[in-house]
């Protein structure tokens, strides 16, 4: 009996990403390791950082596209990518905190504006945009 290759197929590289980093914290990872880098998931760890969810992380070159390897904290409850990419305007935070957050002041919702990807504790009563994820 032959065996066969299983691989995986990539929808949405953002998607997969946080599911990894998600999968690692619960198993209780010290590092995960990322492929398939793009910038809006770059834009998306400089924020988890910022805001403590996840340690430093690095991007490493290789010929068959770039990884990004990130250092775990134990601070994610949880993070998901918002399909389809819901526009948000600047008054409409507060609504969607209390759909995809489990409380007032926790978590962080993540929006890409005209003025790049950043949390809603950043544009908050100033600028609209679309929900990307969110992470708690």
């Known amino acids: 009996m032959k ?6 197929m990539m929808h949405n590289p953002l998607s997969d990403a946080l599911s ?15 492929k398939h880098v793009s910038n809006l998931l770059k834009d998306t ?7 403590g ?4 992380y690095k991007e490493i070159e290789d010929n068959k596209g770039n990884q990004i390897k990130i250092k775990l904290i ?11 990419r819901q526009p948000i ?33 950043d544009t908050r009563d100033r600028i609209g945009g679309f929900l990307i994820a969110y992470i708690y």
Do not use: F
Request: charged share 30%; aromatic share 4%.
């Open 74 to 84: 134990g601070k994610i409850n949880d993070c998901k990518t918002i399909l389809p």
């Open 45 to 51: 760890l400089k924020i988890m950082n910022k805001h």
């Open 89 to 121: 305007k600047k008054h409409e935070y507060e609504k969607w905190e209390k759909r995809t957050l489990p409380a007032a002041g926790v978590g962080t919702l993540i929006i890409s504006t005209s003025e790049g990807t950043k949390s809603h504790r």
């Open 20 to 34: 990894i980093i998600k999968n690692a914290e619960k198993a209780g990872n010290q590092e995960c390791t990322v």
């Open 53 to 56: 969810y996840i340690g430093n």
């Open 3 to 8: 065996k066969t290759r299983c691989t995986k």
